[in-house]
């Protein structure tokens, strides 16, 4: 009995420090191209989704912290950095204006 509780806690541990790693970044676009985004995440990995409605979304986990990551259009070749971190982090794109990174704590520090 003891096995299975000591396993118990060790796999629940794991899934509760897997679930803090976690991000979500959620790209809004106004009068922008409704062409697909790139996520960069500096050779580990990369994701493109097409923008539906002014909105994208792209989801992971962060490996290491800190990761420099990049997120822009294909055409036009316009980007923006962001480090990439645990949690909710909105990136707003508006044509003349540029990239606008928000949501979790850091972001609003560097903003």
């Known amino acids: 009995m003891k096995k299975y509780l000591f396993l118990f806690i060790i796999l629940s541990l794991f899934i509760a420090c897997k679930g803090n790693n976690h991000y979500t970044i959620q790209v809004r ?11 960069n995440h500096w050779h580990v ?6 923008i539906r409605d002014g909105m994208a979304v792209f989801e992971g ?6 990761r420099l990551t990049s997120i822009g259009f294909v055409h036009p ?4 950095q962001l480090v990439l971190e645990p949690g909710n982090i909105e990136v707003f794109y508006e044509k003349g204006k540029g990239f606008r990174i928000g949501g979790t704590k850091n972001k609003e520090i560097l903003q």
Not at 61 to 66: K, Q
């Open 45 to 50: 990995s990369s994701d493109t989704v097409l």
């Open 61 to 66: 986990v962060v490996d290491s912290f800190p």
């Open 77 to 80: 070749r316009e980007r923006t």
């Open 29 to 39: 676009v106004e009068n922008g191209p409704d062409s697909l985004m790139v996520f």
